[in-house]
């Protein structure tokens, strides 16, 4: 393997695709920014029925509709020190992995289980020993069931005291080695796709705006009850930190946002306000109370009552919860005003539909990095320049074609070059974590993959094979000059079986 990255580094002299423009290399970037890859549990551990691990509703959901899929993943549970060895030489500077909470706390509330929290002292001090910094995310959608049947989840305030002992538990085990901690991985998205449509689980919905059966919900309510418990649920954690183990622990705490870029479908001024109500609605109805303490004007008037108030100590105790913003991103969309009558759901407040740009679909990601550059310009220029590290970019593919990942390369080499840019005007961007580091066990379509290493889901030993995209990362990493298409025409990349070699 050494051998191949060697013959990989030496093939890097020209320049990807001949746009001179987007030179650059990893020198480029402030001394400090980091680079990195990331997971979530659910996807890549496995062991899920293992070491006292009980089930949460991402296993159920998994288990009714792909049969035993997600009890094994990628192995990660035991494959962690082969995966570390993999990203120690693909050299990243960090890792982003999130935590089990129905591993940790099998039940969501009492006892912690110490074999659970023996792996995760153990793959953080992995990590550790090999020069690779955690940031650790502490809810990656995987609610344990006991208090989903118990209460409702994140339905319910009483998940906001349960989320904080969860977290506490996790700043004193860990945290004199975690230097960088997310609460909650992108709320905005969870609220609307769980709670709004049942896409994923929650699986709550309401008629007629479910995508799929669900047996309860009210979309019209519950995903603003649900993003309110979450905020809440994030700053009481935050609040905790700050008191309690930041002065001792020396880290920092924030939150993600799944952050679309929009832009109008025509020139027309109904199509621009319907822009900005968009942006409102899907990145400052997270990023508002963050940083002014409630929800943008324009959703207070469209939802009114429907829209929790957050009391004058709950919005003292939001404003400024973050020490930074964990940006998420994948796509940049049109935006077109719907002027039909509100049906009282939140696509219906928002009045405005979402229309893809080009060829993208769900699956399909066209290029436009522009769009990174979008969001975080508006970052900048609408919610004060916080630190913000993007934690997840990143472009699918067929998990069954080859191994050549162009595509993928494509993707990453723009998007690297967007956010050099939006640092060089002025960005407060820290770092960069791409999605994800290996095929990981997909829910929306198992067919399509983000991985840079492909994971033989068929084989019981779930073996990595890096991708030209894994190829690419390194050599980027490692400081080298633009890894060019030649790295693609020169160096064979075989196949594992199944693939096909287009």
């Not at 997971?39 to 029925?49: K, L, M, N, Y």
């Not at 909650?184 to 995508?211: D, K, Q, R, T, W």
């Not at 940006?327 to 969309?333: A, F, K, L, N, S």
């Amino acid at each position: 393997m050494k051998l191949f990255y060697f013959l990989v580094t030496i093939c890097l002299s020209l320049a990807f695709s001949g746009r001179g423009s987007d030179d650059y290399s990893r020198n480029d970037f402030p001394e400090g920014f980091v680079f990195g890859s990331a997971v979530s549990a659910f996807q890549w551990e496995g062991a899920a029925d293992e070491d006292g691990r009980m089930p949460s509703i991402l296993d159920t959901v998994a288990h009714s509709s792909n049969g035993s899929s997600g009890l094994i993943a990628c192995d990660g549970y035991h494959k962690y020190k082969e995966d570390v060895k993999l990203m120690y030489d693909m050299g990243l500077d960090a890792f982003r992995l999130s935590i089990s909470w129905s591993r940790l706390i099998p039940s969501g509330r009492g006892p912690v289980n110490p074999k659970g929290l023996r792996f995760y002292k153990n793959l953080i001090q992995e990590l550790k020993r090999h020069g690779i910094e955690p940031h650790v995310t502490l809810y990656h959608d995987d609610l344990p069931q006991a208090l989903e049947d118990e209460y409702g989840g994140w339905i319910d305030r009483k998940i906001i005291d349960d989320f904080t002992a969860y977290a506490d538990v996790c700043f004193r085990e860990f945290g004199n080695t975690v230097k960088f901690w997310s609460t909650i991985n992108e709320p905005n998205m969870l609220a609307l796709v769980s709670y709004g449509v049942g896409l994923v689980p929650h699986i709550h919905c309401s008629p007629p705006f479910e995508m799929t059966n669900c047996s309860k919900g009210n979309t019209s309510t519950e995903p603003y009850i649900v993003l309110h418990n979450m905020l809440l649920a994030h700053a009481s954690t935050s609040r905790l930190y700050k008191q309690k183990y930041k002065h001792k622990q020396n880290g920092s705490i924030g939150i993600t946002c799944f952050a679309f870029w929009m832009v109008p479908f025509t020139s027309s001024e109904e199509d621009e306000i319907a822009t900005q109500r968009a942006k409102d609605f899907l990145l400052g109805w997270v990023l508002h109370p963050l940083v002014f303490g409630d929800y943008p004007n324009v959703m207070r008037r469209i939802v009114g009552k429907r829209l929790p108030c957050f009391s004058e100590e709950e919005s003292y105790l939001v404003k400024d919860s973050s020490d930074f913003l964990g940006v998420i991103h994948y796509r940049t969309t049109y935006t077109a005003d719907l002027s039909s009558p509100s049906q009282g759901d939140f696509l219906s407040d928002m009045a405005a539909s979402i229309i893809p740009i080009g060829n993208s679909t769900l699956v399909n990601i066209d290029v436009l990095p522009w769009g990174l550059e979008g969001v975080l310009e508006y970052i900048k220029q609408n919610y004060g320049n916080p630190p913000v590290y993007i934690l997840e970019n990143g472009r699918p593919t067929n998990h069954h074609s080859s191994l050549n990942d162009v595509g993928r390369v494509e993707y990453l080499h723009a998007y690297i070059a967007a956010v050099l840019n939006s640092v060089r005007n002025g960005s407060e961007t820290k770092g960069y974590f791409q999605w994800s580091f290996m095929d990981l066990f997909e829910f929306i379509d198992p067919n399509y993959t983000y991985g840079l290493y492909y994971v033989n889901f068929s084989d019981p030993e779930r073996k990595r094979s890096p991708k030209t995209s894994a190829l690419w990362y390194s050599c980027f990493l490692n400081g080298t000059t633009i890894c060019s298409q030649e790295l693609i025409k020169n160096i064979s990349v075989s196949s594992s079986p199944g693939f096909s070699s287009s």
